[in-house]
Structures are given as structure tokens and as C-alpha cells.
């Protein structure tokens, strides 16, 4: 089931298919949804900033992202 969502990524865009792709990768490898989910909100900022796109990370996004980051580096 996957496998048939990680081929529909058409990868063109880095900066957004990059990160559907770790949600997807980071879930069965965590064993926890949520963790998959803050590895794409997490990447899918840094990748914004990095690609030069910071105009499309609204400030709910950055501070999503924030709280996600802290979360995981305090467990």
C-alpha cells in the first residue's frame, strides 16, 4: 500500500516531494504516525528556506515546525 504512494511522487519539486516522501518512509520506520508526520513538516520547512521559497511557509507552519523540532530533540 506504500509502495503504490511513494511511486505517485513525481519528485520534479524537491522542496514539497521531498518531504511527502519522509512522512510517508518515516512511519513504518518509527512505528508512530505522528513522528512520520513531524520529519515532513520539519523538512518540508528547512527545504523551503534552503530552496529560497521562505515566502511560502506561513508563520503557523514555522512555529508547527518549532514545537515539532524541540519535541524531538528533547526525547
Do not use: C, H, W
Not at 512511519?27 to 515532513?40: C, D, E, S, V
Not at 508547527?64 to 530533540?73: D, T
Amino acid at each position: 500500500m506504500l509502495q503504490e504512494s511513494v511511486t505517485r511522487i513525481n519528485f520534479k519539486e524537491i522542496s514539497t516531494d521531498v518531504p511527502y516522501f519522509l512522512t510517508i518512509f518515516m512511519m513504518p520506520f518509527t512505528f508512530n504516525i505522528a513522528t512520520g508526520l513531524r520529519f515532513g513538516v520539519i523538512s518540508f520547512v528547512i527545504l523551503k528556506v534552503l530552496s529560497g521559497k521562505r515566502q511560502e511557509i506561513t508563520l503557523t507552519m514555522a512555529i508547527i515546525a518549532l514545537v515539532f523540532l524541540a519535541v524531538l530533540l528533547t526525547n
